[in-house]
């Protein structure tokens, strides 16, 4: 069966807890909890893993390669700093959906530099919560048309 990691960054743990004005009230195990179900109901296994340290981030990514077949990455804070995360990627060549909860692009300046953008198949952000289930449909159809 084909494999989706949903990779989280630093903080995402407080989703459904604070700032529901830019995040939403949605708490991270009822959204992976739906990404899991909507992977079964269209024959995909989705795993779901969150951390704040981007060491594991790094070695997450390592530990898909064989594992996952996609990797939806909402890198959070990471997204806008980490070369590390970026190297992953590519090291890894595993096709990878940059997901962001918030438009970044109508955020402070600082959220507008993506170090994953240039590596990743393609960027969601701004559709709330609903955002992990568009990016599995856009992995789903990423890969069905590279097979
Ligand atoms: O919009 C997104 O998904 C972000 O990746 C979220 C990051 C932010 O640094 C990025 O620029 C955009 C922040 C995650 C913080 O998550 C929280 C959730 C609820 C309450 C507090 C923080």
């Given at each position: 069966?084909t494999s989706?990691?949903?990779?989280?960054?630093?903080?995402?743990?407080?989703?459904?807890?604070?700032?529901?004005?830019?995040y939403?009230?949605?708490?991270l195990a009822?959204?992976?909890?739906s990404?899991?179900?909507?992977?079964?109901?269209n024959?995909?296994?989705?795993t779901?893993f969150?951390?704040?340290h981007?060491g594991?981030l790094?070695d997450?990514?390592?530990?898909?390669?064989?594992t996952?077949?996609?990797?939806?990455?909402?890198?959070?804070a990471?997204?806008?700093?980490?070369?590390?995360?970026?190297?992953a990627?590519?090291?890894?060549?595993?096709?990878?959906?940059?997901?962001h909860?918030?438009?970044?692009?109508?955020?402070?300046?600082?959220r507008?530099?993506?170090?994953?953008a240039?590596?990743?198949v393609?960027?969601?952000?701004?559709f709330?919560?609903?955002?992990y289930?568009?990016?599995?449909n856009?992995?789903?159809?990423?890969?069905?048309?590279a097979?």
């Amino acid at each position: 069966m084909t494999s989706l990691l949903i990779l989280n960054g630093p903080n995402l743990n407080l989703l459904g807890m604070r700032q529901p004005e830019i995040y939403g009230s949605e708490m991270l195990a009822d959204v992976s909890a739906s990404c899991i179900a909507h992977g079964a109901s269209n024959g995909y296994a989705v795993t779901c893993f969150q951390s704040n340290h981007e060491g594991d981030l790094v070695d997450t990514i390592h530990d898909a390669k064989g594992t996952h077949d996609g990797i939806i990455l909402n890198a959070g804070a990471y997204t806008h700093t980490s070369i590390a995360l970026a190297d992953a990627i590519v090291g890894t060549e595993i096709p990878t959906i940059e997901l962001h909860i918030s438009n970044v692009y109508a955020r402070e300046a600082f959220r507008h530099k993506s170090y994953i953008a240039p590596v990743a198949v393609g960027v969601i952000c701004g559709f709330g919560t609903a955002g992990y289930v568009l990016a599995l449909n856009a992995m789903i159809g990423h890969l069905g048309a590279a097979s």
